[in-house]
Structure formats: structure tokens, C-alpha cells
């Protein structure tokens, strides 16, 4: 229960064994939030991790060995040998798959038990197999499903990984560890006013001067989970940017140094990333970072510098010295001094925090229809081509009008322009930026009640 004090020097007072909100926190098997995770795909590993040798992955609490053939195919299964327990990290990767060290049964990448060579003749184990997950590689990241067989989405390919508005473009694949639960860093995302103090005022400019420009906030629902619509007047434009939360633990995010001079419409991500938890208080943090001229236009990015525990942006891991962290701190520090859980019920929310709030909805809502034995509603299961998605950044000429409230003003054209981002992943994914582009056009707001 939420405690408030309203007396000074009250610190004796304050309750001490406040507990997680496991509902929407869980990440192990066979508990609702874990079996919520499991709807979807998720990040094992770079490819880069994998070599000649198997790899150990603990993935929402379940200890997994990822190998990949000598014929280049990648198995992922449970770590314990099915025969006596040996762990499979130091098994030997053949053509067929990998063979344990200790009594050299050998195991296919989906679990068929192909050789059990310490079993006396006659012995077959056609009908037995070992624990194992499907696995998908896409540029760099190895992705597993590991929910119920017949609820298998296909592998989910964004609009935004082949998007680069004509340009030559990199997707850097990086993978960082934060030791805290995966939702506070989901609800990051959603919390995009941070960017106004964490990363510009307080700590200094982090990223752009532009992001000191207090916003104009709204979130809005989309057909896979929610955005925020994060609005600001810069002289004469007003820059609209969305961020999506793709459920259950998706998110992208758009150009890390936006400067909003120069017009323009749907600009894509710098950053598309997945939130997948090692267990209940650790967390993987993967994805891609996107480099080319339209999200990067001056080159301050550096692929170089992005990989395993490597990201070029300050505050993002682990990776500086105590006093550096706390002179100069960002998200990592930020997030993760929460707590390894954090507490919801010491929290304070005001009316800033309301996507935050919005998240945890969605993500219970989702874990309680997944605990029901209702569908759970995010991407699609089937599709073909690419899934549309809706974060984006876009500048419009709008100079603040006499007489009228500009901070409405903005409001308006932000709602009414995200309704048009929704709609708009109807078009076909050459047409989407020109459509978006006549659309903004044609808004043009007066008054506002
Ligand atoms: S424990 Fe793996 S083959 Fe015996
Ligand atoms: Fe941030």
C-alpha cells in the first residue's frame, strides 16, 4: 500500500517492506508475466557470441545452451543434458548438432536425441527428446520464441530495418546488461519529459540543446501497444516526434541528435531494441543501433563504438568509474538505482508520468489475458512483407499564432497528427513517407477551444 508522509523529519515513519508488483514484474516460467513474455520473440545473443564453442544463456530464469552447428545452424536447448545432467556449455558442436562431453549423446538443434553411444545395443530413443526453443538470426542478433508451440508468431521484420529513406544505412547490432527488472526500462521510454533534465539540465547536454525544450506530451494507444507523442516548439516549427512501446517489451526510438530546423515527415529510428530479461532483476538490453546521413546528418554517431557492452552515448551501461556516474549520470544510472525491482508503491506520479502509468495498464492487461487463456494482441501473428510501425520524428513550419494558447495549439496538431501516423500504416511502405508528408501539409490548425 502506498504510504504518504505529511509531517517533516518523518523518516522513522516510512514503511520499510514495501513489496514489487510482481504481477507485472515476473519474468521465470510458468509465472503470468513470464508466460506474457514468452508470447513473443526474443533476443538470445549477438551472433558474434557464438563461435566454436556453446554458449550459456539465462533467458526470463531458464539456463540454455546456444551452439550452432558446423554447418552453420544454430540450436538453442535446455543447458542440463537430458542424459545425466551434464551441462551442454561444454559440449562439442558436430554437423548434426552438439554432443555432450560427459557420455557424448548427441542432440539435434530441436531437441532429437540422435546418438546415445553409452546405451548397450538395441537401445533407440526415437520418442524422446531434449528441451529446445526455435531460433531465427537476423543481421547479427539471434532470436528465440519460447512460448507454446501453436501460439508461434512468424519471425516479426519491421518496417524500419529497411527504411532508410534512399540512403546507405548500418544497423549495428549491441546488446548491454543493466542489473535491474526489464519493466523500469521499458517505462523509460515512456517517461520521454526525463530527456528535458537527466540528459540536458542536470547532467549537461547529453544529446542536443534541443531536447531541453520542455515538451508538450500526450500517449496514444496503436495497434501493438502505445506511443508517446512528444511535442516542441523550436522558433517557428514544432517538432513531433513519437517513441513506440511495441508490447510486450519492444521499443524504438528515433534520432538521438535531432535538430528540428530543417522540415520534414517520418523520419525513422536510430535505435530499435528489445528488453529481454535475463531473470526477475537482470536484463539484457539488445537491439540495433541505425547509422546513416538522415538520422545522423552530422556523423556524431559512431558505429565503432557500439557492440557488446559498447553504445556512443554516454549513461547507457556500466562502463564508467563511480564518480564519473555520479557527476555526470544518465539512463543507466538512473534506471538502475531504482532498485533491482523498483517499488511502485514509493512512488509519486504527477500528470507527467501518465505513460508510465499507461505502460504498466498494458503490460497487466496483457498478462492477465495471457494468464485467461485470451489472445495476446500486439504484432501480428502472420503478415507478409514488413510489420509498419509508428515511431518517427517530423517538423512542420507552424509559427505560434496570435491570440491562441500555443501550448494547445501544439497539443492539437501532435494528437491529430499521431491519429494520422496510425492511420497512415495503411499505405504501402514506399508511399508512407509522401502520404505523411501531403498530410502535414494540409493540418493546419487555427484555434483551439
Ligand atoms: S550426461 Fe550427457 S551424455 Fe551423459
Ligand atoms: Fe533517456
Not at 181 to 203: G, K
Not at 254 to 264: N, Q, V
Request: hydrophobic residues 35%.
Amino acid at each position: 500500500m502506498k504510504q504518504r508522509l505529511t509531517e517533516p523529519y518523518q523518516g522513522y515513519f516510512r514503511q520499510q517492506n514495501l513489496q514489487p508488483d510482481l504481477e507485472i514484474t515476473q519474468t521465470g516460467p510458468k509465472t503470468p508475466g513470464g508466460e506474457y513474455l514468452r508470447r513473443a520473440w526474443q533476443p538470445v545473443a549477438l551472433s558474434e557470441e557464438v563461435g566454436e564453442h556453446p554458449l550459456l544463456v539465462e533467458i526470463m530464469g531458464e539456463e540454455l545452451v546456444l551452439f550452432k552447428t558446423t554447418k552453420g545452424v544454430y540450436g538453442l536447448i535446455e543447458k542440463h543434458c537430458a542424459h545425466r545432467g551434464a551441462s551442454l556449455e561444454y559440449g562439442i558442436a558436430t554437423d548434426k548438432g552438439i554432443r555432450c562431453c560427459y557420455h557424448s549423446w548427441l542432440f539435434a538443434p530441436d531437441g532429437r536425441i540422435l546418438e546415445t553411444p553409452n546405451a548397450p545395443c538395441g537401445v533407440t530413443l526415437d520418442n524422446f527428446f531434449h528441451g529446445a526453443y526455435p531460433v531465427e538470426e537476423y543481421k547479427g542478433i539471434v532470436f528465440a520464441y519460447m512460448g507454446p508451440p501453436d501460439t508461434k508468431p512468424d519471425f516479426p521484420v519491421l518496417d524500419t530495418y529497411n527504411d532508410y529513406h534512399g540512403e546507405e544505412s548500418q544497423m549495428v547490432p549491441y546488446s548491454l546488461h543493466y542489473p535491474c527488472n526489464w519493466l523500469q526500462i521499458a517505462e523509460n521510454t515512456q517517461d520521454p519529459i526525463h530527456s528535458c533534465f537527466l540528459h540536458t539540465s542536470v547532467s549537461g547536454t547529453q544529446f542536443d540543446d534541443s531536447w531541453g525544450v520542455i515538451p508538450t506530451i500526450d500517449w496514444v494507444a496503436t495497434p501493438y501497444g502505445m506511443m508517446n507523442v512528444n511535442l516542441r516548439r523550436w522558433e517557428d516549427n514544432i517538432w513531433l516526434r513519437t517513441t513506440e512501446t511495441i508490447l510486450p517489451n519492444y521499443n524504438q526510438a528515433g534520432a538521438f541528435w535531432e535538430r528540428p530546423d530543417e522540415e520534414k515527415a517520418f523520419q525513422r529510428v536510430a535505435m530499435t531494441r528489445f528488453f529481454r530479461p535475463i531473470n526477475d532483476t537482470e536484463t539484457q538490453v539488445m537491439g540495433w543501433r541505425f547509422f546513416n546521413d538522415v538520422v545522423d546528418p552530422q556523423h556524431k554517431g559512431d558505429p565503432g563504438a557500439v557492440g557488446k557492452e559498447k553504445m556512443d552515448a554516454i549513461g547507457q551501461l556500466d562502463d564508467r568509474d563511480y564518480l564519473s556516474q555520479q557527476k555526470e549520470p544518465g539512463d543507466f544510472e538512473a534506471i538502475t538505482s531504482q532498485g533491482r525491482i523498483n517499488i511502485h508503491d514509493r512512488e509519486t506520479l504527477l500528470v507527467s508520468d501518465r505513460g508510465v502509468s499507461m505502460m504498466r495498464k498494458l503490460v497487466r492487461k496483457g498478462v492477465q489475458a495471457v494468464r485467461d487463456g485470451e489472445e495476446f494482441v500486439s504484432l501480428p501473428r502472420h503478415f507478409s512483407g514488413v510489420i509498419p510501425t509508428f515511431t518517427q520524428d517530423s517538423v512542420a513550419r507552424r509559427p505560434a499564432l496570435e491570440g491562441v494558447d500555443d501550448d494547445k495549439l501544439i497539443r492539437e496538431y501532435g494528437l491529430r497528427y499521431a491519429q494520422i501516423v496510425i492511420e497512415s500504416a495503411k499505405s504501402s511502405p514506399d508511399e508512407r513517407r509522401d502520404y505523411l508528408q501531403e498530410k502535414l501539409n494540409e493540418l493546419d490548425i487555427q484555434s483551439v477551444e
